[in-house]
């Protein structure tokens, strides 16, 4: 199953959140939609090495330097871009359809606990998808958790970590990633069945294979 398929992507502005694949699933879900997409952030990322970023864009320069898929934001410390200071969310969406924002951050650890301030949810945005890394499951806190003082569940079980995002909420679909063994799947059906039905998909990012649990 496609993962736009999977998650139900529709026009707009989607938000994606959590971690254990945010960036990843940003850089598929381009490749996989059709027509213009615009690939930005509410808080700090690299930019792309696989589309064309622009820096301080006007709209006139977006249309431009059109290519199907490009990223926009304002320079950043560390070589990173930020939010785009020239172009506002709904700018974007008269530019292109498909408007994919990466609104959290997670040091590339699998399981984050959010601080009060996040995530930086975008206004408008018609999905906010939660990414966990199913790496992280049964790992120590410290070892797998970005801010693991504000993990407040006993440990990092399915059970926990479906507590923590019933808990902090702010998303409407959960992607369990890096689910690459029977056995991972496995922990992310025993995530599911402590969530809402029909909100988790699970599967393998960088093998592109996904399936709707529950």
């Not at 019933?166 to 959960?174: F, H, I, S, T, Y």
Request: overall charge neutral.
């Amino acid at each position: 199953m496609r993962i736009r398929d999977a998650l139900g992507i529709t026009e707009g502005i989607t938000a994606v959140i959590g971690s254990g694949g945010k960036t990843t699933l940003l850089h598929v879900l381009a490749d996989e939609l059709p027509g213009r997409i615009l690939l930005c952030t509410t808080t700090r990322m690299y930019p792309s090495d696989t589309y064309k970023t622009l820096r301080d864009p006007t709209p006139e320069r977006v249309r431009e330097d059109w290519a199907r898929v490009l990223c926009v934001g304002s320079p950043a410390e560390k070589g990173k871009i930020g939010p785009c200071r020239s172009l506002s969310l709904e700018e974007m969406i008269k530019l292109a359809p498909y408007v994919l924002v990466e609104a959290d951050g997670s040091r590339g650890l699998p399981l984050k606990a959010h601080a009060p301030w996040e995530p930086v949810l975008p206004a408008g945005a018609s999905q906010v998808i939660c990414v966990v890394g199913a790496s992280g499951f049964g790992a120590p806190p410290d070892q797998a958790v970005h801010r693991p003082e504000l993990w407040t569940a006993p440990d990092t079980s399915p059970a926990s970590v479906a507590e923590m995002l019933l808990r902090e909420g702010g998303w409407n679909r959960v992607l369990v990633n890096q689910c690459d063994t029977p056995d991972r799947l496995e922990l992310a059906r025993k995530l599911a069945e402590r969530l809402p039905a029909g909100t988790v998909c699970a599967g393998s990012l960088e093998k592109r294979e996904m399936v709707c649990l529950q």
